[in-house]
């Protein structure tokens, strides 16, 4: 069936014709780029070293080629019971649902498909505490806004938050959970990798003594999925948040895991419509960012090891040369409890935001990350202890598929260059 490029009748004239001679040779916008799909899959942009893994990942190659049937031909609403194009999208949606599932150690029915973690985070604590309030949650000081924003929310509904310090390095101890429990505490939330530092809290310890207690425990695991093991049953959660656009799946789709037995969590929508997702989350589901994410987290799964292994020898290879190269640099969090992708530096006496304008070509964050809307140095390196001229002098390095050897030696150099440039001024 391959047919040469433009022997298609349809694209034989006309603008469309001279569209397809612009692509670049063996490329068409009909067929996806052949080649070897790791390669394709790198998504790395001309000029660009992209080290920002954390705040998103390109989209693989691969779950595109899994998404794009249900963009083009199978178009159907899964909640047409009436004819087949709903029937094959509602089938497509249940089988990434059992696979999803299946890679966290749950039940299908128990994935609740929403637009993100963001969502997933407020459908958790919100609908578990509902609109009559009351009762206390804790959570910790270095979580994501979208946890701490969620637990404002929750206070001003007249639920009493407490939000435990973090050590030094970012860790919560266990014990320190189990301090702050009272007897109407209804729910812990303790995400499972840091998006700034890397941190990997022990949320197996805390899920079990939340467990023991009767206390509900909900993890964010947006930058864990994908990198560590993750199994809702060993870990005792549950209530557990995704993001596809965090482990190279399509932006605008999630899911929150709500264990539906032992014990069941009962939580209240918070949004109503034509009752998709067992009630919990009206609207229509998006069947290709749903494909795609099931794909994405199968393929990290698959290749977690392998993967995470280069990653880590990437990392320390790149902390090696900025420690070696520059006086004044301190790492940022724990050093082996982290995700492998991840390193948080401090460089004395300069600033995070100045240097990052600096270095044009290259794609980081400063401690200042993820809050580009709110001022001021990271509420995580400053929950460290780090004082606030250091926070924001730290960069944030997040790895990925796309980083190479080169990559790393060539970011190492660019930033050691631009530090010291910085700092002789
Ligand atoms: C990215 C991120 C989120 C937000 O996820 P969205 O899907 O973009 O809403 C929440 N928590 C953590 C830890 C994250 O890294």
Redesign the pocket.
């Known amino acids: 069936m391959d047919k040469p490029l433009c022997s298609n009748s349809t694209e034989a004239a006309g603008p469309r014709d001279e569209d397809a001679g612009a692509l670049p040779l063996g490329y068409s916008r009909r067929m996806p780029p052949t080649g070897d799909p790791r390669e394709a899959s790198e998504g790395r942009p001309p000029g660009i070293l992209y080290l920002d893994h ?2 998103t990942t390109p989209l693989d190659s691969r779950v595109l080629d899994a998404m794009l049937p249900y963009l083009r031909e199978e178009f159907g609403n899964p909640a047409s019971t009436s004819h087949a194009l709903g029937w094959s999208a509602e089938a497509a949606v249940e089988d990434a649902r059992e696979r999803i599932a299946r890679a966290l150690g749950a039940r299908p029915s128990e994935v609740v498909f929403t ?5 997933s ?1 407020n459908l958790a604590l919100l609908g578990l505490f509902g609109a009559a309030g009351g009762g206390h949650a804790i959570s910790v000081e270095s979580e ?1 806004p ?2 701490l924003d969620p637990c404002a929310q929750l206070e001003r509904l007249g639920v009493e938050v407490t939000r435990l310090p973090v050590s030094h390095q970012g860790l919560i101890e266990p014990e320190a959970v189990e301090a702050a429990l009272r007897d109407d505490t209804r729910l812990v939330s303790v ?1 499972a ?3 700034e530092i890397g941190v990997l809290q022990p949320i197996d310890r805390i899920g079990a003594l939340c467990r023991a207690r009767g206390v509900f425990f909900h993890t ?1 695991a ?2 864990a999925a994908g990198r560590i093991e993750l199994d809702v049953q060993a870990g005792a959660i549950d209530l557990l ?1 995704l ?1 596809a ?2 482990f190279y799946g399509p ?1 605008g789709i ?1 899911a929150l895991f709500v264990r539906g037995r032992d014990p069941r969590v009962r939580l209240e929508p918070r949004q109503w419509g034509g009752g998709h997702e067992r009630g919990l989350r009206s609207g229509t589901l998006p069947v290709a960012q749903i494909v795609g994410m099931a794909k994405a987290l199968e393929l990290c799964l698959e290749e977690r090891e392998a993967e995470q292994g280069r990653l880590l020898g990437l990392r320390d290879r790149l902390w090696a040369r900025l420690s070696a190269d520059l006086e004044g640099v301190r790492l940022n969090g724990h050093p082996e409890l982290r995700l492998a992708g991840n390193l948080n530096v401090a460089f004395e006496g300069v600033d995070g935001e100045r240097l990052i304008l600096a270095l044009p070509g290259l794609a980081i964050s400063s401690g200042s990350a993820c809050a580009s809307a709110t001022p001021g140095p990271s509420h995580v390196l400053t929950a460290l202890g780090l004082p606030r001229a250091l926070a924001s002098a730290s960069l944030r390095f997040g790895l990925g598929r796309s980083t190479t050897e080169a990559v790393v030696d060539q970011a190492a150099e660019r930033v050691v260059e631009a530090v010291r440039k910085e700092r002789s001024v």
């Open positions: 954390h705040a637009s993100g973690a963001t969502e985070n994501h979208a946890v995400m990798a840091n998006n964010d947006a930058q948040s993001s656009h965090k932006k999630g």
